[in-house]
Each structure stands twice: as structure tokens, then as C-alpha cells.
């Protein structure tokens, strides 16, 4: 498995995460005391749940994308900006919720989810806490030009839950079927994140339209690249499982490739079996991770990846190269070069 062997050492070079936020790390710093905040409420059940989620800290990758975008602007509200960061990343950990307890996930980033440190009932309730919460507030805020970008945003992640359930260990979907799902459920945040950063840098029309190109790109990249983290990923590093996405049954963009490409019958049948099964044995992993090396999928994810992360930084190449551009271009290296 020698090809397998040289791309797993490919990828272990992952870029520091301050490469690129420290040019808002005092704006992420706000961040984390507005999503406190956000779950500042008499109602015990919630702020008990709320503490616990925001005790799972994430890379907040997406509001450093909003906030780089939203400080390119000259007579930006600083504090307009800190909200809306907040706003995208509660909206993230509200579909994580949602996909923990659709998943039966028992870990999330190395840390109980909420379905198993209370129940499904209260995990649901607080994704739908989370997405109302933010809609009163932007109005509250009066910030009629982003209501559209998240009222879409959101509706396009639940119409990629329904896809994602659809899918549901449906070895026959196309390439195609796969980008549209990815393209609902998880580019639609991160092309939202950057579309809002540009509104409130008071970006043009067109400019704006750029910018969310620019996010759906990356979006594309990051979830191409998280694929492959489930089968060639650390467990400690990733938080969950390798392989769980597998035994979820997400049809993912190596497996479908691999299930093409098989050299034999053989091979395709046990691709299809495998990708039936909620449980496998650690000879029946290893036979998989054979494939996917003797039908180059990995590398061939590898590749799309990275051909994604440049058709991110080609949409903002019309940006002035000041140290926010550059950051952002470091953001893209960042979603395809690191190892969790």
C-alpha cells in the first residue's frame, strides 16, 4: 500500500489555524463572550445544554472567514460583525447537533454529544433553539440584508439533511448526486459566511457574488478533504471514530469513487456490502483501505480537493493583496492541508 503510505504523509503538515485568524483574533476572542451570551437565558435546561456545547470548541473556522471579509471594509459596525460571526457558528453547531442525533454519534470532537449527555429530545430542541434565536436577533439588530443569506443558507443544510437521508448507503448515487448533497448541507454555510463578510464590508454587487463563490469553493474543498479523514485520519486528533462515517453509512466521495473503479465484480460487491453494513470487522476495514489505494480514490479525492482550493483563491484574486487577502488564501491551504 505504498501509494496510500506516501499520501497519508502528504497530509500530516497541518498549518497552524494562527497563520490565518491572527489578523481577527481579538474579534474571535468577542466572539467567544457573545455565543455565551447568546445562551444567557432564565431557562436552566437551556443554559445547562448551552455550557456544555460551547465547552466543545471548534476551529471557528467560518466566522474567521466572515470576519477577514467583513475587515476589508472601511466604515464597518465591529460589533455587527462579532454577531454575525457568532450567528454562523451557532448555525454550524446546530446542524452538528442535528447530525449527531440523526447519527447515533456518541462523540463529538473527543467530547460526549449532547444526545448521550441527555437525550435526542433536548438535543433537537436546542438546534431548533439555536436557529430561532438567531433569526429574532438579526431582526432584533436590525440587519435586514443578511435575514435572506441565513433564512436560504438554512434552508438549503435541511434540504441537505433530507438528501444526506436519501443517500443513506446508496452505493449507486453518481459524483454528481454527491457534490449536491455536499453542496446543501455543507458549502451553502461557508459560501454564507463569506457572502455576509462581504455585506458588511459594503462590497458591490458583483464583488459580493465573488466572494460567495468563493466560500461555496472552499466548502467544496473542506468536506472533500474531511472525507478522507474517515479513513485515513487519527482518532485522537479527528474527535470520533475513523470509520464511523462509514458505519453511519455516508456515502462519501472515496467510496464512490473506489466502487467505479474497482478493478473486479469482487471488488464492487465487497464495496457494496461494506457500505450496507452499520458494523465491520478490522479485516474487512483493511481489505476496503486496499481498494481505495488499488483504485488510486484516496489521491483522487486528494486531487479534487486541491483543484477546489484554487478555484476558491481565483475568485479572489480581484481583492486588494493586503494582509485579509493573504489570510485568506492561507485559510484555503489551511482547509486542504490539514490533519483533522
Not at 443544510?157 to 448541507?185: C, N, P, W
Not at 474543498?221 to 453511519?248: C, M, P, R
Request: aromatic share 8%; with cysteine.
Amino acid at each position: 500500500m505504498s501509494n496510500l503510505g506516501s499520501f497519508v504523509r502528504s497530509v500530516e503538515t497541518d498549518s497552524d489555524l494562527r497563520e490565518f485568524q491572527d489578523p481577527v483574533q481579538r474579534e474571535l476572542e468577542d466572539l467567544q463572550e457573545s455565543m455565551v451570551e447568546f445562551f444567557r437565558t432564565s431557562l436552566g435546561l437551556l443554559q445547562g445544554v448551552g455550557s456544555h456545547l460551547l465547552g466543545v470548541r471548534g476551529k471557528m473556522f467560518r466566522p474567521t472567514i466572515l470576519l477577514l471579509f467583513a475587515k476589508m471594509g472601511k466604515d464597518g459596525n465591529r460589533g455587527d460583525s462579532i454577531f454575525s460571526a457568532t450567528v454562523i457558528e451557532l448555525i454550524h453547531l446546530a446542524t452538528l447537533i442535528h447530525d449527531d442525533t440523526i447519527d447515533r454519534s456518541a462523540v463529538r470532537r473527543g467530547l460526549p454529544t449532547l444526545n448521550v449527555m441527555f437525550n435526542d429530545q433536548v438535543a433537537t430542541i436546542l438546534g431548533d433553539y439555536i436557529y430561532t434565536k438567531a433569526f429574532c436577533e438579526l431582526i432584533d439588530r436590525d440587519l435586514p440584508r443578511l435575514v435572506p443569506v441565513v433564512a436560504k443558507t438554512t434552508h438549503r443544510m435541511t434540504v441537505g439533511e433530507v438528501l444526506a437521508i436519501e443517500q443513506k448507503r446508496d452505493i449507486e448515487i453518481s459524483e454528481e448526486d454527491y457534490f449536491h448533497l455536499l453542496d446543501e448541507k455543507t458549502a451553502s454555510l461557508m459560501g454564507a459566511a463569506a457572502e455576509i463578510g462581504a455585506v458588511l464590508a459594503g462590497m458591490s454587487e458583483d464583488d459580493i457574488r465573488k466572494v460567495l463563490q468563493f466560500g461555496e469553493y472552499l466548502g467544496r474543498a473542506y468536506q472533500v478533504t474531511d472525507d478522507l479523514f474517515d479513513y485515513i485520519g487519527n482518532e485522537g486528533q479527528l474527535g470520533k471514530g475513523v470509520g464511523s462515517d462509514l458505519a453511519a453509512g455516508k456515502v462519501t466521495l472515496p467510496l464512490i469513487h473506489a466502487y467505479q473503479n474497482a478493478a473486479s465484480l469482487e471488488e464492487r460487491d465487497f464495496v457494496r456490502t461494506l457500505s450496507s453494513k452499520k458494523e465491520f470487522d478490522e479485516s474487512q476495514w483493511l481489505e476496503l483501505l486496499s481498494i481505495l489505494d488499488r483504485t488510486g480514490s484516496l489521491q483522487y479525492c486528494r486531487e479534487t480537493a486541491l483543484g477546489l482550493a484554487d478555484s476558491a483563491r481565483k475568485q479572489i484574486e480581484f481583492l486588494p493583496e493586503d494582509e485579509y487577502r493573504k489570510a485568506l488564501e492561507k485559510a484555503v491551504s489551511y482547509a486542504v492541508q490539514r490533519i483533522h
